[in-house]
Structures are given as C-alpha cells and as structure tokens.
C-alpha cells in the first residue's frame, strides 16, 4: 500500500533561515508528487508537484526516487509561508491521492 | 464558479443520529473525492467518483457510510448511526481528469461533525 510519511509534525525556523520539509514515500511503482498547504483559516490547496519540476514561492521539491523522498525546500523562509504543509502521494494513472500527517511550519520574525 | 462548495459546514448531532453532507465540485471536474480529517492527522482518502461512477472505496468507510454522486455533479456523503468516532472534518475535492496525469484537486472548506 501507498504510505506518506512526514517525520516532523511542527518546525520552526528564523525569518530568513532555509526551510527544509521532509516526505518520504514507500511505493515502488512510478508516483506523482504532490505539496499541498493550508494557510490560516483557507482552503487546502496544492503548492507544487514533482512532475512541473517548477518553483512556487521560491519553493521546490526534487524527486529522489533512490532515497523515496520528496523534501520542500525554500532557501530563505518567509513569514507568510507559515502555514499546514502536506505532502501527497499518486499513483500515476490512478487517481487516490493518499495525504501524509502534515508538517506545521512557523516562521519566527 | 466560487470553487467547491460543501455544506453544512458545521453540524452537531447525537449518537445514533444519521447526517448528510453535499459536495458541489466545480463545474466542469469530473472527479469528486471524499476525504475525512481528524485533528493532528492528514486527509484519509474515503472514496472518490469518475462522473457518477464510485471507483473506489477505503476500508474506513464502514457499511454505515454510503456516497452518492447521482448525476455526475454533486455528491451526497451519509453517515448512518453515527459514533463519537465519527467526529471529524469531510472535506469534500473535485479535479479534472487530465488523462494520465493526476489532476489537481480543488477542495472545499469541509463540513466539521460533532457527535455527542
């Protein structure tokens, strides 16, 4: 079974500071990746995927198929991107997209 | 088109009680999800429909839970009997299928159940 896993559930970083969201994955056919984020009091709402390999928000994530990872990074952290941070796992062609448990960031000012 | 709409965003009900949700996706999507969130978790996938088809179902989704997508537009999420367990937000998303690729999903704001 598709599994997404998110190690930390809070990370806190300086305004500033580079931000590093860790999501390993464990399925070893070809997956679709997937940030998603919630911002206070909004909608879920995706924030990039692996296959437009394009930088949202000065964010981006690199496939790592060796490792199964699909880490977000921003090299300097924003206090608006404080936010619910999920990573999402699918099945290419098949379309349930499985959540991990999310990672809360909070960017001190 | 003001995105997915769900309602009633908040409901309170008692144990044993049956409750309703409606998803209206946006309009062209023809895929419609049913997610439920409990606190300090992800989204865990319910079930989700290709039009008015229900191509699959989560093992979470016990016999008391039954959706419906009658025509291929709205969707309808009952829980029969409901439990304390059952307290959660149902977030409700709709995407449109791009072929092989994995569209993305449109959520809604979700409906938050309460069972006392």
């Known amino acids: 079974a598709q599994r997404v896993t998110q190690p930390e559930k809070l990370l806190s970083v300086f305004k500033g500071a580079p931000v590093e969201l860790k999501c390993n994955y464990s399925?070893?056919?070809?997956?679709?990746l997937f940030w998603y984020v919630q911002y206070s009091r909004q909608r879920l709402q995706l924030l990039l995927r692996h296959i437009s390999r394009e930088s949202i928000k000065g964010f981006t994530a690199d496939l790592n198929k060796g490792e199964t990872s699909f880490h977000l990074k921003k090299p300097f952290a924003q206090e608006e991107d404080s936010a619910m941070y999920y990573c999402?796992?699918?099945?290419?062609?098949?379309?349930?997209?499985?959540f991990g448990t999310g990672t809360k960031l909070q960017v001190i000012p | 088109d003001t995105g997915v709409s769900q309602n009633p965003r908040h409901k309170i009900t008692k144990r044993g009680q049956n409750v309703t949700f409606r998803c209206d996706p946006i309009?062209?999507?023809?895929?419609l999800y049913w997610y439920r969130q409990t606190l300090g978790q992800g989204p865990e996938f319910l079930t989700y429909?290709?039009?008015?088809?229900?191509?699959?179902k989560s093992r979470l989704l016990s016999d008391r839970f039954s959706a419906e997508r009658p025509k291929g537009s709205f969707s309808t999420l009952e829980i029969q009997r409901t439990e304390q367990g059952d307290s959660a937000m149902y977030l409700c998303?709709?995407?449109?299928?791009?072929?092989?690729?994995?569209?993305?999903?449109?959520f809604g704001e979700g409906s938050r159940l309460t069972v006392l």
């Open positions: 399925y070893s056919g070809s997956p679709e």
């Open positions: 429909f290709q039009n008015e088809a229900q191509l699959e």
């Open positions: 998303a709709s995407s449109l299928d791009t072929g092989a690729d994995t569209g993305e999903l449109f």
């Open positions: 309009s062209e999507h023809n895929r």
């Open positions: 999402a796992l699918s099945l290419r062609g098949y379309q349930k997209v499985t």
